[in-house]
């Protein structure tokens, strides 16, 4: 078969045929060896060093629940002064009790700052940089704070979707907004955008939550481009269901075909979610999933995101081409179920009418 391919490719050139077929695999065997040496290079000389956010100043929205909170668990965990933001008092004062559990130096940092992200960006960048003035300038910024509302197009009202478009998006906007371009003059810092499996493709029920979140994952693809240069590393996290008190309110304006759907992917704990966005964002990783389903639809769905890595790109390129095809198979049943739904609500409207 080589041989045969090899035949036809050099053609006229007989010498050169010669000295190939004499050497095929010697050449195999050496790409193989090239291959292989890059990868020990890259797995133990080039292996990325985890930042310390010892002592620096973290401020992490949406830190009085779910993921966040275990974001700013990790956080104080690991030695950094911690500002959590988010609306609710009551629910900040506990947050900031959980927090106290695992301080590792009486010196440490951590309070909150009550604030709607969503809102007017003075008073955001006001509330920052006074946190900035008390604690010290801001090293990571981790955009958890968000929401989802969820319903088909028509059934979620146009009040509901600036809601998501205003927390969602121009909540991480703002307080981004305000940071970027400190860190970047500083020539250092850490920026996580929080967006959501729902970025990768349209997912019935979730049309203006996705809108939002789509949203987050354009502004993170564009700042990270921009932010490399400037020694600023960001990094999308894109979560697929996670059990968190956000997602159990949620569940109840959920169609149960998103239900469906959405399950497929699996249901994480926040706190594993919450460690591997850390970890993620500390390496200066662009992409943070955990789970396979969730890597396996972010390689589908984010085909030209920065992959970070040689070899996943490696990877991405040899198993994108078969996986395009279980794409279509997941179109296929996504579709079944959207069917199935449908036919099972007008048996329920028949029985009802009679
Ligand atoms: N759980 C899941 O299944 C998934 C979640 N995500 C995303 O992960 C992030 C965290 O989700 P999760 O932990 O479930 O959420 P939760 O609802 O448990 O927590 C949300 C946090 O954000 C805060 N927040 C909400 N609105 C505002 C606002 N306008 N200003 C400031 N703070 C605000 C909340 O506090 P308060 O209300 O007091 O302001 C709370 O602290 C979100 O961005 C979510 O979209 C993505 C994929 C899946
Ligand atoms: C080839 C692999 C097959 C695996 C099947 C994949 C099933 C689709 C997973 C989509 C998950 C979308 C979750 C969005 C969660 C979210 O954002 C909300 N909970 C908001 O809070």
Same mark, same amino acid.
């Given at each position: 078969?080589?041989?045969?391919?090899?035949?036809?490719?050099?053609?006229?050139?007989?010498?050169?045929?010669?000295?190939?077929?004499?050497?095929?695999?010697?050449?195999?065997?050496?790409?193989?060896?090239?291959?292989?040496?890059? @990868?020990?290079? *890259?797995?133990?000389?080039?292996?990325? #060093?985890? &930042? @310390?956010?010892?002592?620096?100043?973290?401020?992490?929205?949406?830190?009085?629940?779910?993921?966040?909170?275990?974001?700013?668990?990790?956080?104080? $965990?690991?030695?950094?002064?911690?500002?959590?933001?988010?609306?609710?008092?009551?629910?900040?004062?506990?947050?900031?009790?959980?927090?106290?559990?695992? #301080?590792? #130096?009486?010196?440490? !940092?951590?309070?909150?700052?009550?604030?709607?992200?969503?809102?007017? *960006?003075?008073?955001?960048?006001?509330?920052?940089?006074? $946190?900035?003035?008390?604690?010290?300038?801001?090293?990571?910024?981790?955009?958890?704070?968000?929401?989802?509302?969820?319903?088909?197009?028509? +059934?979620?009202?146009?009040?509901?979707?600036?809601?998501?478009?205003?927390? /969602?998006?121009?909540? %991480?906007? /703002?307080?981004?907004?305000?940071?970027?371009?400190?860190?970047?003059?500083?020539?250092?810092?850490?920026?996580?955008?929080?967006?959501?499996?729902?970025?990768?493709?349209?997912?019935?029920?979730?049309?203006?939550?996705?809108?939002?979140?789509?949203?987050?994952?354009?502004?993170?693809?564009?700042?990270?481009?921009?932010?490399?240069?400037?020694?600023? %590393?960001?990094?999308?996290?894109?979560?697929?269901? $996670? /059990?968190?008190?956000?997602?159990?309110?949620?569940?109840?304006?959920?169609?149960?075909?998103? !239900?469906?759907?959405?399950?497929?992917?699996?249901?994480?704990?926040? +706190?594993?979610?919450?460690?591997?966005?850390?970890?993620?964002?500390?390496? =200066?990783?662009?992409?943070? $999933?955990?789970?396979?389903?969730?890597?396996?639809?972010?390689?589908?769905?984010?085909?030209?995101?920065?992959?970070?890595?040689?070899?996943? /790109?490696?990877?991405?390129?040899?198993?994108?081409?078969?996986?395009?095809?279980? =794409?279509?198979?997941?179109?296929?049943?996504?579709? %079944?179920?959207?069917? !199935?739904?449908?036919?099972?609500?007008?048996?329920?409207? &028949?029985?009802?009418?009679?």
């Amino acid at each position: 078969m080589i041989n045969a391919i090899i035949s036809k490719f050099v053609g006229g050139f007989e010498w050169f045929r010669l000295v190939i077929m004499e050497f095929s695999w010697d050449i195999i065997v050496s790409l193989g060896l090239v291959v292989l040496a890059h @990868s020990i290079v *890259y797995v133990f000389v080039m292996k990325k #060093r985890a &930042k @310390s956010i010892d002592g620096r100043h973290v401020v992490v929205t949406g830190g009085s629940s779910g993921i966040g909170v275990c974001l700013a668990i990790e956080c104080v $965990t690991k030695g950094a002064h911690v500002t959590i933001i988010a609306r609710d008092e009551k629910r900040l004062k506990a947050a900031v009790d959980q927090l106290e559990l695992v #301080r590792q #130096r009486a010196d440490q !940092k951590i309070q909150y700052r009550s604030l709607d992200i969503g809102g007017d *960006y003075e008073e955001v960048a006001r509330v920052l940089a006074e $946190t900035e003035e008390t604690v010290g300038p801001i090293y990571a910024l981790l955009n958890c704070a968000g929401m989802a509302i969820c319903g088909v197009f028509e +059934e979620v009202s146009v009040r509901d979707v600036h809601k998501l478009m205003n927390v /969602n998006f121009f909540g %991480s906007y /703002n307080c981004t907004r305000h940071v970027l371009p400190k860190m970047k003059r500083a020539r250092e810092g850490i920026i996580v955008i929080t967006s959501s499996q729902a970025a990768m493709f349209g997912i019935y029920g979730y049309g203006p939550y996705a809108a939002s979140k789509y949203a987050l994952r354009a502004m993170a693809e564009t700042i990270a481009m921009e932010s490399r240069e400037h020694g600023v %590393s960001v990094t999308l996290a894109l979560p697929c269901d $996670t /059990n968190t008190p956000g997602f159990e309110e949620e569940e109840k304006s959920k169609p149960r075909e998103t !239900k469906i759907i959405s399950g497929g992917g699996g249901l994480l704990k926040p +706190e594993d979610m919450a460690k591997a966005i850390l970890q993620d964002a500390l390496k =200066g990783n662009f992409i943070s $999933t955990v789970g396979a389903e969730s890597w396996l639809i972010t390689m589908l769905g984010g085909g030209l995101l920065p992959w970070d890595g040689f070899f996943t /790109n490696l990877l991405h390129a040899l198993v994108i081409g078969p996986l395009r095809l279980v =794409g279509y198979g997941l179109h296929k049943y996504f579709n %079944s179920i959207i069917r !199935k739904c449908a036919k099972e609500d007008r048996a329920g409207d &028949k029985v009802e009418s009679k």
